[in-house]
């Protein structure tokens, strides 16, 4: 029996050599295009003469002939489906259950048609645009005005439109902590505690926030929280008082802010490129950007929050299996607020993906683009083991770009998402919305594979590595592999960036190797931006063969509440506002941490200071064998003690203070040159030729 084909549609060009074209066969050949018809046999790429029979209309109907060659038991090859090029717009995510697996010899494989891009879209076209007086585009929503849909995000001619907002540029700081006692909306504050007030109030500077913005529908309030932010919505405002009661609030007080803003406000409507939808009247209205004529543009408001579901149980051992999606476009998720505002405390993890896999095993996302997106990318939930994302662009994202794994211990090793692989993947432009997610988070998941790919733009990191604060209880993070990965322009967000490669908890056997990152930007109102970060409780790491240069924060960082990794032979050059940082929370108790071994490593800068404290509470820790070297020639400083005073704490004994000669510094060349003294040192050289993305398979 020949292989059976699902025929579906498009892939770009660079992946074209991924997907064979379909050979002809006396078997059953299925295929997927925008002008079939579910009611066909899909036997046939094109429609026949008199128009009956030809390919299906929608992947569901494809899945569901997939699940009847599946069920007849006879079947002992792999089934292909191809789909043809075009828009298929999804009001409902796809579901695929365990029925619809293939095996590790018979794959199921969804690929686009050769020379064809398909895209599945959760978006809804507006048309009927009209051009006013005042030069704004309108048109009314009807379903808006009705309440039965509710879009927070719009593209024009394939790009993001912001929301207008208030004010246009930067944002307004809070005044202070409101007075429940003497604001007019105190008679509001049923069952709010007083330990709650601080984080769903504040005082605001007098005319700031307008009374008329106090409604559930319009108006949203973002609090910029340094590595996140909280998006709010007015229950109650008062002017006499300056002070505004939120619905719901933060994890922290609103007082820990560095400044605020105001979505979706008519009074933002001057800016180019902005829109307000108003809920009560139906009214969207658009300030076109230069040139743009609505009636003659594709505009597109996303309504569906995901496109694809794969729902394994791990827990009961229904596995969905052997997949493959290759060559697959998925744009236009949406986004949604609850009525009580959102917050969290890191990375954002309870927004939900375009992609959301369960119980997974075996499956691959192979040459797929996902953008235009509401929330995050792909996840890779509880019990996804054993799965590939390879080959594939996730860029302008409303959160981040894949998600591996849970925060809480799943229970069991079935259950645990573990041993999966990213790789040569490019992540650009996320959290366009959820302003604190990482390109990629691996929570309690272990033997994950993040290799060869490319992270740039607004995300709070390229990668975050575990979710355990402090030591115990162990999580499952372990024996992850973050290697040959390409950083660089991270944090041009209004949050900046952490730092790019962060860990948290312990996690034995991990290695950070032969990542290249450079230009990791800070906010303007936050002193991050760094290389390299081991937060609280990390154990067990490996850090090396690393290049990091141009972070605003330096090249590496640790808590203090951290022991037992190794930092070798890396290359930290020019940070801006300091080089290295051993900081946070204090040893508690005794004994004290034992802290890091700090060796052979290159430090190289020509502004700020080394380290950035002034003085440590514990020099419990290992640094030998390294190099430094201030390229203006001033003199250096470890902290607040000279070279000599710091070896006799027990540090760097014997490294050394001096030119690593690299090829050409300012060029960013780290190459060094034969007669360097920190080959003396034992300093390997790195070689970084393969980073990033490799050539498409």
């Known amino acids: 029996m020949k292989p059976i084909r699902l025929i579906l549609a498009t892939i770009p060009a660079l992946f074209l050599a991924a997907v064979t074209t379909p050979v002809r066969s006396a078997s059953p050949e299925f295929y997927v295009a925008p002008h079939g018809a579910d009611t066909w046999s899909g036997t046939r790429p094109e429609p026949n003469a008199d128009k009956t029979d030809g390919p299906f209309a929608t992947l569901a109907r494809a899945r569901d002939a997939v699940r009847r060659v599946n069920g007849s038991g006879t079947n002992t090859h792999p089934i292909t489906v191809l789909i043809r090029g075009g828009e298929y717009r999804l009001s409902e995510p796809l579901v695929f259950n365990a029925v619809d697996s293939g095996a590790p010899e018979r794959p199921v494989i969804y690929a686009a048609y050769p020379g064809e891009r398909p895209v599945f879209s959760g978006g809804r076209r507006i048309g009927g645009w009209r051009r006013g007086a005042d030069g704004l585009w309108s048109v009314e929503i009807p379903e808006a005005k009705s309440g039965r849909t509710v879009f927070r995000q719009l593209f024009v001619n394939g790009q993001r439109r912001e929301r207008a907002r208030w004010p246009q540029e930067k944002w307004f700081t809070v005044a202070g902590a409101a007075n429940a006692k003497e604001a007019g909306w105190a008679g509001s504050l049923s069952g709010v505690k007083d330990d709650e007030l601080a984080r769903c109030s504040f005082r605001f500077r007098p005319g700031d926030l307008r009374p008329d913005w106090a409604n559930l529908e319009d108006a949203e309030v973002v609090v910029l929280q340094f590595w996140m932010a909280s998006r709010l919505r007015i229950q109650a405002l008062d002017e006499r008082q300056n002070s505004v009661l939120f619905t719901g609030g933060s994890w922290r007080p609103l007082t820990w802010s560095f400044g605020y803003y105001v979505d979706n406000v008519a009074a933002g409507l001057s800016v180019p490129g902005c829109w307000y939808l108003n809920r009560k009247t139906g009214i969207l209205q658009y300030h076109a950007l230069p040139g743009e004529d609505l009636t003659q543009a594709e505009v597109i408001a996303p309504e569906t929050l995901q496109l694809l579901r794969v729902a394994g149980d791990a827990d009961?051992?229904?596995?969905?299996?052997?997949?493959?999606?290759?060559?697959?476009?998925?744009?236009?998720?949406?986004?949604?607020?609850?009525?009580?505002?959102?917050?969290?405390?890191?990375?954002?993890?309870?927004?939900?993906?375009?992609?959301?896999?369960?119980?997974?095993?075996?499956?691959?996302?192979?040459?797929?683009?996902?953008?235009?997106?509401?929330?995050?990318?792909?996840?890779?939930?509880?019990?996804?083991?054993?799965?590939?994302?390879?080959?594939?662009?996730?860029?302008?994202?409303?959160?981040?770009?894949?998600?591996?794994?849970?925060?809480?211990?799943?229970?069991?090793?079935?259950?645990?998402?573990?041993?999966?692989?990213?790789?040569?993947?490019?992540?650009?432009?996320?959290?366009?919305?959820?302003?604190?997610?990482?390109?990629?988070?691996?929570?309690?998941?272990?033997?994950?594979?993040?290799?060869?790919?490319?992270?740039?733009?607004?995300?709070?990191?390229?990668?975050?590595?575990?979710?355990?604060?402090?030591?115990?209880?162990?999580?499952?993070?372990?024996?992850?592999?973050?290697?040959?990965?390409?950083?660089?322009?991270?944090?041009?967000?209004?949050?900046?960036?952490?730092?790019?490669?962060?860990?948290?908890?312990?996690?034995?056997?991990?290695?950070?190797?032969?990542?290249?990152?450079?230009?990791?930007?800070?906010?303007?109102?936050?002193?991050?931006?760094?290389?390299?970060?081991?937060?609280?409780?990390?154990?067990?790491?490996?850090?090396?063969?690393?290049?990091?240069?141009?972070?605003?924060?330096?090249?590496?960082?640790?808590?203090?509440?951290?022991?037992?990794?190794?930092?070798?032979?890396?290359?930290?050059?020019?940070?801006?506002?300091?080089?290295?940082?051993?900081?946070?929370?204090?040893?508690?108790?005794?004994?004290?941490?034992?802290?890091?071994?700090?060796?052979?490593?290159?430090?190289?800068?020509?502004?700020?200071?080394?380290?950035?404290?002034?003085?440590?509470?514990?020099?419990?820790?290992?640094?030998?064998?390294?190099?430094?070297?201030?390229?203006?020639?001033?003199?250096?400083?470890?902290?607040?003690?000279t070279f000599d005073e710091w070896k006799v704490k027990g540090l760097d004994v014997h490294s050394v203070i001096a030119d690593p000669l690299f090829v050409d510094l300012e060029k960013n060349d780290f190459r060094l040159r034969p007669e360097s003294p920190a080959f003396k040192l034992g300093f390997r050289p790195i070689d970084l030729s393969d980073v990033g993305p490799r050539q498409a398979r």
Request: proline share 5%.
């Open 316 to 641: 009961r051992g229904e596995y969905v299996h052997d997949i493959v999606w290759r060559g697959l476009a998925f744009r236009h998720t949406a986004w949604d607020l609850p009525a009580s505002g959102y917050h969290y405390t890191q990375a954002e993890l309870p927004v939900p993906a375009a992609i959301q896999v369960t119980g997974a095993r075996r499956c691959v996302f192979e040459a797929c683009e996902l953008s235009h997106l509401g929330g995050w990318a792909i996840e890779l939930g509880r019990g996804c083991q054993d799965n590939r994302v390879i080959g594939c662009v996730l860029e302008d994202l409303g959160a981040g770009g894949l998600k591996i794994g849970e925060p809480a211990d799943p229970g069991s090793d079935a259950a645990e998402a573990c041993r999966n692989e990213v790789s040569d993947c490019r992540f650009r432009h996320g959290c366009k919305v959820y302003l604190g997610a990482p390109a990629v988070w691996v929570g309690q998941s272990g033997g994950n594979r993040i290799r060869h790919n490319e992270f740039t733009g607004q995300f709070m990191w390229a990668v975050s590595l575990g979710w355990n604060w402090s030591y115990f209880p162990l999580n499952r993070s372990r024996d992850n592999v973050v290697e040959k990965n390409h950083v660089y322009d991270l944090g041009t967000g209004v949050l900046g960036t952490h730092g790019a490669l962060y860990c948290l908890g312990v996690s034995p056997g991990t290695v950070l190797r032969h990542n290249y990152i450079h230009h990791v930007h800070a906010a303007e109102a936050w002193g991050a931006g760094e290389g390299i970060i081991l937060d609280n409780g990390c154990i067990g790491i490996v850090v090396e063969n690393n290049v990091v240069h141009d972070a605003v924060a330096g090249g590496w960082g640790c808590n203090f509440n951290c022991l037992g990794n190794i930092i070798q032979n890396n290359v930290f050059v020019n940070g801006r506002t300091y080089q290295l940082t051993r900081y946070g929370d204090a040893p508690e108790g005794p004994p004290p941490p034992n802290g890091e071994v700090f060796t052979r490593n290159l430090v190289v800068w020509r502004e700020g200071p080394l380290i950035k404290e002034r003085d440590w509470w514990s020099f419990a820790t290992l640094w030998d064998y390294n190099l430094y070297w201030q390229s203006r020639g001033e003199p250096i400083r470890f902290m607040r003690y």
